[in-house]
């Protein structure tokens, strides 16, 4: 008789925890960083030695947790400029104490308040309002 398995709770656990980290950090970082490269080049590592862990691990469990968690800080080094982007278009709050932010401020792309703060608009559904 085997013992019990872990690798769905592993897993489980660190798409819910990388998710959770890096959709904060990106937001974070970007909006406080004055350089994005340096923490773009930390995911990229870390992502790195994170996958070639799992090439090391014996446990399928730990194998699985360290395999999800390494794609997910190697998804948020390139997402560091999407963030950036997408302050720059308006759609995420820019910092005004920021340098990389100034342009976009001085040309009102950029804004200072939470686009996604307040009430959610209201759904249409079918061409009429509900």
Known sequence: MQGPEFAGLAAAAATFGG????????RRIEFAAARLGP??????????????????????ALSAFLGILGATF?????????????VNAGRARA????????????SGRAVLED????????????????
């Open 39 to 60: 923490f773009m080049l930390a995911f990229l590592l870390a992502g790195l030695a994170l996958e070639a862990a799992v090439l090391l691990s014996a446990s399928f």
């Open 95 to 106: 910092n005004p104490r920021n340098p990389r932010h100034h342009l976009a401020l001085a």
């Open 115 to 130: 686009p996604l703060g307040g009430e959610p608009p209201v759904p249409v559904y079918a061409g009429r309002s509900k």
């Open 19 to 26: 998710v959770w980290f890096g959709h904060v950090a990106v």
């Open 74 to 86: 190697l998804f948020d080094a390139p997402e560091l400029k999407r963030q950036e982007k997408r």
